[in-house]
């Protein structure tokens, strides 16, 4: 029995099955189409404005230099069409810049269609997606995918692959202090030092914490003892000491909690009735939890 060919042709087909096929595509004029794998004029692409990596290092570019002039680019950057013969960098920036220290004039592009909001997606999923990215830079990028992007956390979630409750762990850690953010950014401490510390409320004994640890080379389990003591002392119990909330209300406090990324209380009286209280810290606080209700 004769097998019926496809319509499409082999070519066309492919594209559409499987957008990352090794095939070369081209207009009557010559200029390579979207969908297309080509090898590209370094000279004809421009570096990615969306880019939310601005430093390189130096050695490891230059590492990466060595093993193209010796191996070539093994997997290919990701370009958008600009106009006639012209490109955009959507990923791959590393290998880009490596390809001209290797003294390459061309590189094998995949070439897509993307708007600006997409470039700056992918871009910044990219990012997440690095190996040598500290804690700091990935809440950043989620940070960013959430305001520029118009993401909800359960979108971001599918996105990059991550649990949402990973996300907010993540994002929670922009409302650390300066000085703590900056240790985190510089490897002084990990995450898992900076997530014990956010739950340190006063700020004196928050960055005393810190100190010690960067001094004493504490690890995270040493840490979280220093916070559990300085949050653990006993407080006087007032003499009207409502009781605990029922579970099904701290359910809801600590979904609250999570959406809102702060403090949520919930106040009940003895006839039922209560009220949710959000508290925010400035008018830029306010409107992040006014945005997160529109979630």
Do not use: W
């Not at 969908?35 to 290092?57: L, M, T």
Request: net charge positive; with cysteine; charged share 30%.
């Amino acid at each position: 029995m004769k097998t019926k060919k496809s319509a499409l042709g082999r070519g066309l087909s492919a594209i559409l099955e499987s957008p990352d096929t090794d095939i070369t595509s081209s207009d009557i004029s010559g200029n390579y189409v979207a969908g297309a794998i080509a090898n590209i004029a370094i000279e004809k692409i421009e570096s990615n404005p969306f880019q939310p990596r601005n430093q390189f290092e130096e050695k490891a570019l230059l590492e990466l230099a060595l093993s193209i002039k010796e191996q070539g680019i093994i997997q290919p950057v990701t370009v958008r069409k600009l106009g006639y013969d012209k490109y955009q960098l959507i990923s791959g920036e590393r290998r880009y810049r490596a390809a001209k220290i290797a003294g390459h004039d061309k590189v094998p592009a995949f070439i897509r269609v993307a708007n600006d909001q997409q470039m700056l997606e992918m871009a910044l999923i990219e990012n997440i997606h690095r190996e040598d990215l500290n804690s700091l830079d990935v809440a950043i990028s989620y940070q960013r995918l959430l305001d520029e992007c118009d993401l909800t956390k359960e979108m971001l979630s599918k996105r990059v692959g991550k649990d949402r409750s990973t996300i907010v762990n993540y994002i929670r850690l922009l409302r650390l202090p300066a000085p703590v953010q900056v240790a985190l950014r510089d490897n002084l401490i990990s995450m898992g030092h900076a997530r014990a510390l956010i739950n340190v409320e006063n700020d004196d004994e928050q960055l005393y914490i810190l100190n010690e640890a960067v001094k004493q080379q504490f690890s995270v389990r040493e840490v979280e003892k220093m916070v559990k003591e300085a949050t653990g002392r006993p407080k006087k119990k007032p003499k009207n000491q409502k009781p605990e909330l029922p579970d099904t209300f701290r359910e809801v406090r600590d979904s609250l909690i999570s959406r809102f990324e702060t403090k949520v209380d919930i106040k009940l009286n003895n006839k039922g009735s209560g009220s949710i209280v959000i508290p925010f810290k400035s008018d830029d606080d306010l409107q992040r939890i006014i945005d997160a209700l529109d979630k």
